[in-house]
C-alpha cells in the first residue's frame, strides 16, 4: 500500500513564501508523475503542478507559472512544491498525487490546508 503525507501548510500572509513536502511510502511505491492539486472552498480540485518522476520535466497551471516550483527528491521519495508571492487566491486545500503507470492519479494524500491572508 503506497501512502503520500504533506506536510508544510500553514498562516502566511500575501506575498509570503511556504513550501510544500510529500513523502511517499511503501514497498510498492513506483512513481511515472507525481503532482500537486489544490482545492479551495467551494469550487473543485484543481492542478496545479507536475514532475515526471525519473527525468524531472515539470508543468504548471497558467495560475501558478512563474511563482511555485515543483522538484522531487528521488533518494527520499518525495515531492516538493516551494511556493513564492503568495496570493489570497491561493488560499485551499493542496494535495499531494501519484501516477504509477501513466494512466491517472490512484494515490492521493490527505491534503495540508494553506491560508494566504492579505
Known amino acids: 500500500q503506497v501512502q503520500l503525507v504533506e506536510s508544510g501548510g500553514g498562516l502566511v500572509q500575501a506575498g509570503g513564501s511556504l513550501r510544500l513536502s510529500c513523502a511517499a511510502s511503501?514497498?510498492?511505491?513506483?512513481?511515472?508523475?507525481m503532482g500537486w492539486f489544490r482545492q479551495a472552498p467551494g469550487k473543485e480540485r484543481e492542478f496545479v503542478a507536475a514532475?515526471?518522476?525519473?527525468?524531472?520535466?515539470?508543468n504548471y497551471a497558467v495560475a501558478v507559472k512563474g511563482r511555485f516550483t515543483i522538484s522531487r527528491d528521488k533518494a527520499k521519495n518525495t515531492v516538493y512544491l516551494q511556493m513564492y508571492s503568495l496570493k489570497v487566491e491561493d488560499t485551499a486545500v493542496y494535495y499531494c498525487?501519484?501516477?504509477?503507470?501513466?494512466?491517472?492519479?490512484?494515490?492521493w494524500g490527505q491534503g495540508t490546508q494553506v491560508t494566504v491572508s492579505s
Open positions: 511503501g514497498r510498492t511505491f513506483k512513481s511515472v508523475v
Open positions: 514532475i515526471n518522476w525519473s527525468g524531472g520535466s515539470t
Open positions: 498525487a501519484n501516477d504509477p503507470y501513466a494512466n491517472g492519479w490512484s494515490n
